[in-house]
T-cell receptor
Framework: GAGVSQSPSNKVTEKGKDVELRCDPI?????LYWYRQSLGQGLEFLIY????????KSGLPSDRFSAERTGGSVSTLTIQRTQQEDSAVYLC????????????FGQGTRLTVV | AQKVTQAQTEISVVEKEDVTLDCVYE???????LFWYKQPPSGELVFLIR??????QNEISGRYSWNFQKSTSSFNFTITASQVVDSAVYFC???????????FGKGTKLTVNP
């Protein structure tokens, strides 16, 4: 497709389980971002990948969160030992020139931890 | 530190009214970028505009206009002759030139009633 694709669109998991969220950016976009949107918390930056540079992980809330980007394309956000406070919509965005260019967002993955 | 404040949590107007969404930002950098995004009920964030800190010219795009005033650290967004399709949550965001992170405000939910 032409846009940023995220999967799954919805995920319900039990507390303590690990989850993986996937993001397929727009082809050719070198910059990729993960954000989290919680009720009452707005949009929270998690991590940023740009080309082959070391990612900016400064927004990851704990060491239970990690992300990788393979081959400069697909990215996976992994949350280990999920907690109820991890429930949120996880949004991915990509851009051709970092924030010099327009960032296109996917429709997000709604994660519910029960 | 970067901060974006959208004081209006929710606004409700009747179709054809003009409406202004306020955005106030804080940054220590002299070079930064300001953004507005629209999030319709479908959930996907849609880019509306990006301005850099050196360009204070107001911008008009159809029924949309933006007023950037560095003196008051504001970047307000006006919709003229609002339509029902304008109903969405609107986010203002800031990025400092030294960082690729977009820092978002908490958003303003706009409802346009027929």
């Amino acid at each position: 497709g032409a846009g940023v694709s995220q999967s799954p669109s919805n995920k319900v998991t039990e507390k303590g389980k690990d989850v993986e969220l996937r993001c397929d950016p727009i082809s050719g976009h070198t910059a990729l971002y993960w954000y989290r949107q919680s009720l009452g918390q707005g949009l929270e930056f998690l991590i940023y990948f740009q080309g082959n540079s070391a990612p900016d992980k400064s927004g990851l809330p704990s060491d239970r969160f990690s992300a990788e980007r393979t081959g400069g394309s697909v990215s996976t956000l992994t949350i280990q030992r999920t907690q109820q406070e991890d429930s949120a919509v996880y949004l991915c965005a990509s851009s051709s020139r970092g924030l010099w260019g327009e960032a296109f967002f996917g429709q997000g993955t709604r994660l519910t931890v029960v | 530190a970067q901060k974006v404040t959208q004081a209006q949590t929710e606004i409700s107007v009747v179709e054809k009214e003009d409406v202004t969404l306020d955005c106030v930002y804080e940054t220590r950098d002299t070079t930064y970028y300001l953004f507005w995004y629209k999030q319709p009920p479908s959930g996907e964030l849609v880019f509306l505009i990006r301005r850099n800190s050196f360009d204070e010219q107001n911008e008009i795009s159809g029924r949309y206009s933006w007023n950037f005033q560095k003196s008051t650290s504001s970047f307000n967004f006006t919709i003229t002759a609002s339509q029902v399709v304008d109903s969405a949550v609107y986010f203002c965001a800031l990025s400092e030139a030294t960082s690729e992170k977009l820092v978002f405000g908490k958003g303003t939910k706009l409802t346009v009633n027929p």
